[in-house]
């Protein structure tokens, strides 16, 4: 005996999932995400390398015992803060409204966090 085909429904993720409106969604998160952590990677590789291959240039000092190792690796604090910041103001601005727009015309129940949260 042969058993019927099973046919699904796509389920409300999956519809999601494929409408437009969340392809750009993803869309900008990367054009965002992705050009930001290639630049970051490259600039942690650059002080890792340095500091392996060029111990002179590192160890030249800027203000009394401070070298250009100690101003680079603090400069990576800086940089990983200001990214930080940088995404959450571009999150508030394209990503956050994207998403809560899928989320209404959906009708979906579930919340952003800071929604949430009030």
Do not use: C
Request: glycine share 6%; hydrophobic share 50%; aromatic share 12%.
């Amino acid at each position: 005996m042969e058993s019927p085909p099973i046919t699904t429904t796509p389920s409300e993720t999956q519809l999601i999932e494929e409408s437009a409106e969340f392809r750009t969604l993803r869309r900008s998160f990367r054009n965002f995400a992705f050009p930001v952590t290639i630049g970051f990677v490259l600039w942690y590789l650059l002080y890792v390398l340095l500091s392996g291959y060029a111990p002179a240039l590192m160890a030249t000092k800027v203000v009394g015992h401070v070298n250009v190792a100690l101003v680079l690796g603090l400069l990576q604090f800086v940089t990983t803060f200001a990214i930080a910041g940088w995404y959450a103001r571009y999150a508030d601005r394209r990503i956050d409204p994207s998403a809560a727009a899928i989320r209404e015309a959906r009708g979906a129940v579930v919340h952003a966090p800071r929604e949430a949260a009030e």
